[in-house]
Nanobody, 113 residues
Framework: QVPLVESGGGLVQPGGSLRLSCAAS????????MGWYRQAPGKQRELVAT??????TNYADSVKGRFIISRENAKKVYLQMNSLEPEDTAVYYC????????WGQGTQVTVSS
């Protein structure tokens, strides 16, 4: 059973918006942080945004001012993506940091006209 389930990906035109959701199931020893990473074809997986248990956020320079990470509770986070660009096209993965890293299966985001 995959403990992280992402949703909200899809096809959007440049300049559009999408909101990704990630819900964690099960019991974790501790949740230190949750976040989003992405991997475009032929590229390495890269950090997009993270939020710690205390609420501290961190963003990749490429998404600052356009993306917002938020948390509904300890086990559910969102990524609001605005002003999307074709360069944002990738598979987006949810990450949870506990005593080890957990990963979701990924959701495709495609930005194209």
């Amino acid at each position: 059973q995959v403990p992280l389930v992402e949703s909200g990906g899809g096809l959007v035109q440049p300049g559009g918006s999408l909101r990704l959701s990630c819900a964690a199931s099960g019991t974790f020893f501790i949740i230190r942080a949750m976040g989003w990473y992405r991997q475009a074809p032929g590229k390495q997986r890269e950090l997009v945004a993270t939020i710690t248990f205390s609420g501290t956020t961190n963003y990749a320079d490429s998404v600052k001012g356009r993306f917002i990470i938020s948390r509904e509770n300890a086990k559910k986070v969102y990524l609001q993506m605005n002003s999307l660009e074709p360069e944002d096209t990738a598979v987006y993965y949810c990450n949870l940091v506990s005593n080890r890293d957990y990963w979701g299966q990924g959701t495709q985001v495609t930005v194209s006209s």
